[in-house]
């Protein structure tokens, strides 16, 4: 079931994201290589998650392979995105509830300023990391299309689904799935 959900929100949104491209001005010669399809995420699928090292709130560099042995979200939201901020007391119950077991909740902003996020978080406490992709390079490297979308990254840092939208993470049925891996 949270599957068939997460199914049918990618096809609506590929659905959208077709209609908006389009209703949209032709792309020129070189516009056009520089449009990544919805589709492109899907590559992702089953391979090794693409390291990266970005910067906490606070300046601190923190990477992705430090995480190697544990079980990982990663969400890639923003301050503009409501479904994004409605999640985020979620994944925080959720990583309370499972960080002694070897979760890892990683929430990357694509937020165009740091100050943003830390309004944010100044009124919003989480337990989780925090970091700052201040150029959307690895926002890019995921092929994050839509926020949110969340990568789910097994122990041995392969990437073996992906969540698009806001999502129920306390569900019974996905903390079954986080136990198993």
Not at 59 to 86: D, E, H, I
Not at 97 to 113: C, F, T, Y
């Amino acid at each position: 079931m949270f599957s068939e959900t997460n199914y049918l929100k990618k096809i609506s949104l590929i659905i959208i994201f077709s209609l908006l491209t389009a209703m949209g001005p032709s792309p020129s010669k070189d516009d056009s290589k520089k449009q990544i399809s919805p589709f492109e995420i899907d590559k992702l699928d089953n391979t090794p998650a693409p390291d990266f090292t970005l910067k906490d709130i606070n300046g601190k560099n923190f990477s992705l392979s430090s995480l190697r042995g544990k079980v990982v979200l990663l969400n890639f939201w923003a301050t503009w995105c409501p479904p994004c901020k409605s999640e985020m007391p979620v994944l925080n119950k959720l990583y309370k509830d499972m960080r002694s077991r070897g979760l890892e909740i990683i929430a990357v902003s694509a937020d165009n300023s740091i100050n943003h996020v830390k309004d944010y978080l100044g009124k919003n406490n989480f337990d989780f990391q925090v970091l700052w992709d201040e150029d959307r390079i690895v926002t890019k490297k995921y092929k994050v299309f839509t926020m949110p979308t969340t990568f789910l990254i097994d122990r041995n840092g392969i990437i073996i689904d992906k969540f698009y939208g806001e999502e129920e993470w306390n569900a019974p049925e996905f903390k079954r799935r986080l136990e198993k891996l």
